[in-house]
């Protein structure tokens, strides 16, 4: 069964750090692009990073800020978020896209995680 795990989500405090942990089972990450999309309450679900085998990108939010990694012995990727905002408050989602290089849209994605929640508040 091929499925997305995310963890690492919490309340944090503005300027505070948190990593993000999206782990595969029934595939290889290696093989796919993975993306971190971040749905706000009343918004569109948008892109926050994508990590692929050729490349990767970062939405402007994230800029200088997220850090995209991946561990293929763990079959995992992270998102490293630093100086988080109230405004990176969201519940963030990973996904999987067949291809192998970074892809912006959501219908290019095939296989999505549950979410998880990161609150940014003082």
């Known amino acids: 069964q091929l499925q997305l795990v995310e963890s690492g989500g919490g309340l944090v405090q503005p300027g505070g750090s948190l990593r993000l942990s999206c782990a595969a089972s029934g595939f290889t990450l290696d093989y796919y692009a993975i993306g971190w999309f971040r749905q706000a309450p009343g918004k569109e679900r948008e892109g926050v990073s994508c990590?692929?085998?050729?490349?990767?990108n970062y939405a402007v939010s994230g800029k200088g800020r997220f850090t995209i990694s991946r561990d293929n012995a763990k079959n995992t990727v992270y998102l490293q978020m630093n100086s988080l905002k109230p405004e990176d408050t969201a519940v963030y989602y990973c996904?999987?896209?067949?291809?192998?290089?970074?892809?912006?849209?959501?219908?290019?994605?095939?296989?999505w995680g549950q979410g998880t929640q990161v609150t940014v508040s003082s």
């Open positions: 990590i692929s085998r050729t490349d990767t």
């Open positions: 996904a999987a896209g067949p291809s192998d290089h970074c892809v912006g849209r959501r219908f290019e994605y095939s296989y």
